[in-house]
């Protein structure tokens, strides 16, 4: 008997170049695009089990927060008619080369931004139904690979504070080999029981930054990623999940698409090419979610306490589990879930629901750095991280 039942699908959301990208989040500046590279995608995978019913979306976007959205609970509502509103997780690729949707400037309040909104809105709304008229049973597998040479541990020390990798370049070997850092590919594959693809889910942690504040719209390596799993049928739909990148970044930033395509192409390759690939028995498959509100500093000037509401879901399948973290989480908080999960397999997957900025460990905020701010890029009280950690356990502990 087959428990579990899977059905997948992918959308439009590119936006007019007027609704453009994100130039300055200290500034708070955008401007206009001037063209499409490569166009931003939904991609929609619906999950259903006899007692449970969820839907993963994963948006070639930067990020979404209660502010640009104007509530994230109304922004939910719209999704689905059949669907719970929390039974929807969304989660962002990142992409710098999309808009700048995480209200850090005045683009949010414009009449083309709300336009495109909702029509995101709709086409989540659209490929949701579409996920579930293909729904099908499925069988599900587990790989984990490694991705060497793409991305590094960007904060770097220096006399007097923290800098960013890209302002050291080149990049030497001594840099690329510092950690903490996790080049862990991870392939989730669901087939039809006669082998067909249904959807490939890929978790990778790195910055997509190689075209950042280039005037084109790209959903960057993880749609070049995308674009070359699609040409294999047998690979169903792709979804990329991003992972704990808050202080990961490539090696170089803003070279353009050249490098980004080379990244995808090879985070391609390394995901069908998963070492160890391992059935996941499906017959137990749960979901849970959590919300904590987190404070903000007084000085980020973050005027909307529910741009600090951590949205936090997880699922289990059989020994596998998806925790669904929002924000910008640090590796090293990742890599501690993980450690202390009760399952056998665990993915932590970050910039999920309601953004909520970055979300430095306790050392980060001792040494300084961009990723602290204050800003509304990074707004948190310290501590943010063990409530996210704690946060994620008892969810993890509820799945049993």
């Not at 959308?11 to 206009?32: C, M, N, Q, R």
């Not at 949707?101 to 414009?110: D, E, H, I, R």
């Not at 001594?174 to 087939?191: A, N, W, Y």
Request: charge should be negative; aromatic fraction near 6%.
């Amino acid at each position: 008997m087959y428990h579990l039942s899977a059905g997948a699908c992918v959308a439009d959301i590119t936006p007019p170049l007027e609704v453009g990208l994100l130039t300055s989040s200290v500034k708070g500046e955008y401007s206009a695009f001037e063209s499409v590279r490569l166009p931003l995608k939904a991609r929609v995978l619906v999950l259903r089990s006899v007692h449970e019913t969820v839907a993963l979306v994963s948006l070639d976007l930067l990020a979404l927060n209660d502010t640009s959205v104007g509530g994230w609970e109304d922004f939910k509502k719209g999704m689905s008619d059949v669907i719970a509103p929390d039974n929807i997780i969304l989660t962002c690729t990142h992409t710098h080369s999309a808009p700048e949707s995480v209200a850090l400037s005045g683009l949010y309040l414009t009449g083309e931004y709300r336009a495109w909104l909702t029509r995101v809105q709709r086409v989540i709304k659209e490929g949701i139904g579409r996920a579930i008229k293909e729904l099908r049973p499925c069988t599900i597998s587990f790989a984990t690979s490694l991705l060497k040479g793409y991305s590094l541990q960007r904060r770097i020390p220096v006399a007097d504070g923290i800098i960013m990798s890209d302002s050291v370049q080149p990049i030497s070997e001594e840099l690329m080999e510092r950690g903490p850092v996790d080049r862990r590919v991870h392939t989730v594959r669901l087939k039809g029981l006669k082998g067909e693809g249904i959807a490939m889910l890929v978790h990778a942690i790195c910055h997509p930054v190689h075209e950042m504040c280039l005037p084109h719209i790209s959903s960057e390596f993880p749609g070049e990623m995308c674009l070359e799993l699609e040409r294999a049928p047998a690979n169903g739909v792709p979804l990329f999940l991003n992972g704990a990148a808050g202080d990961t970044n490539p090696p170089t930033v803003s070279l353009g698409p050249d490098y980004a395509h080379r990244h995808g192409q090879a985070l391609a390759r390394v995901a069908e090419m998963g070492e160890g690939d391992r059935s996941i028995d499906a017959g137990v498959f749960k979901f849970a979610r959590r919300e904590v509100q987190l404070l903000a500093r007084k000085e980020a000037d973050v005027a909307n306490k529910f741009d600090a509401l951590a949205r936090i879901s997880a699922i289990r399948v059989g020994a596998l589990a998806i925790v669904f973290l929002p924000g910008e989480p640090f590796v090293e908080t990742a890599l501690e879930i993980e450690r202390s999960s009760p399952f056998r397999h665990t993915i932590v997957v970050g910039f999920c629901e309601n953004n909520i900025g970055y979300i430095p460990t306790d050392a980060a905020f001792e040494k300084g750095g961009y990723e602290v701010g204050p800003g509304k890029w990074s707004f948190l009280e310290k501590g943010a991280d063990d409530t996210i950690y704690t946060c994620a356990l008892k969810l993890l502990e509820e799945l049993l």
